[in-house]
C-alpha cells in the first residue's frame, strides 16, 4: 500500500474515533464555546500604579505621539504599513491589538494616495504586517515589504514609487503576516531579569518533557535551530523578549524598529531610509530627533523614547474576576489550564528585578508566557527565521488582555479561541500532547478553561 496515503488516512480515522468518543462521553452537555470578547469597558490603557509626578508626564507625552497621525512632512514613508502607533495598536484602547476596522483600508487612499489593497487586507479582518519568505532568487528574505507608498498623496507631489505585487506574492504562498502584539504591561516584560526566565524555564524540565515540551537538553531542529530555548540577540547576548518570535530586546529598539519600518519614519536607531527614492524624500534624515534646543524634558526627547516611555508605564491588562461565567467557572478553568499543561509553556507569573523606576521594581508579571521559542510544527509556521528563533518557532504569547482581543495567532488568522488552541496542534508540535489533553477534557471543563481565558 502507498505509505503516503495510509497515514494521512489513519490519522482521519483516529480523528474520527476520537470526536465519536468525546461526543458519547459528554452528550449531555453542550459543545464548549468561546464566550467572545469580554464586553465590560476597557480593562487596559491606563498608567502604572504609584508612577511619580514626572514618570506620568512623561507617559502622557509618550500618549500624545503614540496616537499622533504623521504627514509626509513629518517624514511618512516613502513606503509605510499605516501613519500611527496607534491605528495598529488600539484594541480595546491605545497600546492594544488590531480593532474591529481594520484603518488600513482607508489609509490605502488617504489624501490622493493610489494604493491597491490586497486581498488578505480587509476591512473586518486585523491589521497586518506583511513578510516575504524568500526573494526571487530562491534566497531567504524573512524581511518586512511594507504594504503602501505615499504616491498620488497631495502632500507628497512628484513621488511614483510602486506598491510590490502583494496578490501575486500571496498566491505563490510567498507572503506570511503578522499581527500587533499589545503593549499593556510591556514595561514589566522589560525588567525581567534573564535568571528569572532561566529559572523559571527549569522548573518544570520533568513535567515538560513528559509532555514532549523542548526543555534540557535542547532539541536542535533543521536550520540549526534551538527550540524552547531563549532567544538571544545578537548584540550582547542577552534574552531578546518582544515581538512574536521574541526578536527584540527593549522597548526603544522596537519603537526604533516601528516607526522606520511601519511608518517610514527614520529616527536616532535607523538613521537613513528604505527607500531612497530621491523624489520620494520630503524631509530631512533621520526625520525623527532629539530637541537639542528645548527646554524641558518631555520637549527634548525624540518620538522613540516618548514611545517607549507610554509603554514602559502602561498598567498590565486587568483580569476580571468573574466575567464571563461567574468566578467559580473562571477558577476551575484556571486549574484546568495549569492540569492539561498550558501553563507549561503560558507561565502565570515572572517577576521583574531591581528596576529603577519604584513601580516597575520587584514586581510579579503575570504575562502567561514563558518568554521563550517552542516549535509549533507545520501548521503555524511562517518560514521566517529572526535570531535563533526558526521557521517553526514562536514565543510563547502573553496570554494577559486575551479577554478584550479580537484576533489571535501571529497572523491573525482566528477570532476562536477554539481555533487558536486547535492550531497549536499539527506535525512536530510541542504543544501536541498538551492539546490532546485539553481535547479529552469533558466540555464543561472546556468551557471553564475558555471563560479563564477571556476573564485575563
Ligand atoms: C501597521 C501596523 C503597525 C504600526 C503602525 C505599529 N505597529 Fe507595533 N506591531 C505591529 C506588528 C505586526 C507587531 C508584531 C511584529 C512582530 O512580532 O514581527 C507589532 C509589535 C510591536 C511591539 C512588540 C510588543 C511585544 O510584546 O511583542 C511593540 C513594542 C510595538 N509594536 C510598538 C510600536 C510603536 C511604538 C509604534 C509606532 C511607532 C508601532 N508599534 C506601530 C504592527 C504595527
Ligand atoms: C509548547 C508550548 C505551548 C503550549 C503547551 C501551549 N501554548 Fe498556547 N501558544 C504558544 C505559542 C508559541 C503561541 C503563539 C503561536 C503563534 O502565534 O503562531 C501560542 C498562542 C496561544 C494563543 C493565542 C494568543 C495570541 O496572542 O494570539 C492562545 C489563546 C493560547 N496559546 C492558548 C493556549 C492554551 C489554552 C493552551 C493549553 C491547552 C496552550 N496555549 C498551550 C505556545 C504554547
Not at 77 to 87: E, I, Q, R, W, Y
Not at 139 to 168: E, K, M, Y
Request: aromatic share 6%.
Amino acid at each position: 500500500m502507498n505509505t503516503k496515503l495510509a497515514v494521512p488516512l489513519l490519522l482521519v480515522l483516529a480523528g474520527l474515533t476520537l470526536t465519536h468518543e468525546v461526543e458519547i462521553a459528554n452528550s449531555a452537555d453542550p459543545l464548549a464555546r468561546d464566550p467572545g470578547p469580554r464586553a465590560t469597558p476597557p480593562d487596559a490603557g491606563s498608567p502604572l500604579a504609584g508612577l511619580t509626578r514626572t514618570e506620568t508626564a512623561f507617559f502622557t507625552a509618550g500618549k500624545d505621539d503614540f496616537e499622533e497621525a504623521e504627514t509626509v512632512s513629518e517624514g511618512l514613508g516613502p513606503t509605510m504599513n499605516l501613519d500611527s502607533c496607534v491605528g495598529c495598536h488600539s484594541q480595546p484602547s491605545s497600546g492594544g491589538s488590531s480593532p474591529a476596522v481594520n484603518p488600513q483600508v482607508a489609509f490605502a487612499n488617504k489624501m490622493g494616495a493610489r494604493n491597491r489593497v490586497p486581498s488578505f487586507i480587509r476591512r473586518d479582518g486585523p491589521v497586518r504586517e506583511v513578510r516575504f519568505v524568500r526573494n526571487p532568487d530562491g534566497t531567504a528574505d524573512g524581511g518586512v515589504h511594507s504594504l503602501f507608498t505615499i504616491a498620488g498623496r497631495s502632500d507628497a507631489g512628484g513621488c511614483g514609487v510602486a506598491q510590490p505585487d502583494f496578490d501575486r506574492e500571496f498566491s505563490r504562498g510567498n507572503a506570511i503576516f503578522r499581527i500587533p502584539t499589545p503593549v499593556f504591561g510591556a514595561g514589566l516584560i522589560e525588567q525581567i531579569p534573564d535568571a528569572v526566565i532561566r529559572a523559571s524555564a527549569l522548573s518544570t524540565v520533568a513535567q515538560k518533557s513528559a509532555l514532549g515540551i523542548a526543555g534540557r537538553p535542547n532539541v536542535i531542529l533543521p536550520f540549526n535551530t534551538i527550540s524552547g530555548q531563549t532567544n538571544n540577540n545578537g548584540n550582547d547576548g542577552t534574552i531578546a523578549r518582544f515581538g512574536w518570535k521574541a526578536q527584540n530586546k527593549s522597548l526603544l529598539l522596537f519603537s526604533g524598529e516601528a516607526y522606520n519600518v511601519e511608518m517610514g519614519i527614520t529616527n536616532e536607531l535607523f538613521q537613513t531610509e528604505r527607500e531612497e527614492n530621491r523624489n520620494c524624500q520630503f524631509a530631512a534624515h533621520p526625520n525623527s530627533i532629539t530637541d537639542t534646543t528645548a527646554s524641558n524634558g518631555t520637549a527634548v526627547i525624540s518620538a522613540i523614547e516618548k514611545f517607549s516611555f507610554f509603554m514602559r508605564f502602561l498598567a498590565p491588562p486587568k483580569p476580571s474576576a468573574d466575567q464571563p461565567g461567574g468566578a467559580a467557572s473562571i477558577g476551575r478553568g484556571r486549574g484546568n489550564f495549569a492540569e492539561v499543561g498550558c501553563t507549561l509553556c503560558h507561565t502565570p507569573s515572572l517577576r521583574t528585578g531591581n528596576s529603577n523606576i519604584a513601580a516597575l521594581r520587584d514586581q510579579p508579571v503575570n504575562l502567561f508566557s514563558d518568554l521563550l521559542l517552542h516549535d509549533m510544527g507545520t501548521t503555524l509556521a511562517d518560514g521566517v527565521s529572526q535570531g535563533q528563533a526558526g521557521p517553526r518557532e514562536f514565543r510563547s504569547a502573553p496570554l494577559w488582555g486575551l479577554g478584550q482581543r479580537l484576533f489571535f495567532l501571529h497572523d491573525g488568522r482566528t477570532s476562536d479561541l477554539v481555533v487558536a488552541i486547535r492550531s497549536h496542534a499539527s506535525d512536530g508540535s510541542e504543544a501536541n500532547r498538551v492539546v490532546g489533553n485539553f481535547m479529552r477534557l469533558p466540555e464543561r471543563d472546556k468551557q471553564d478553561l475558555l471563560n479563564f481565558l477571556r476573564s485575563l
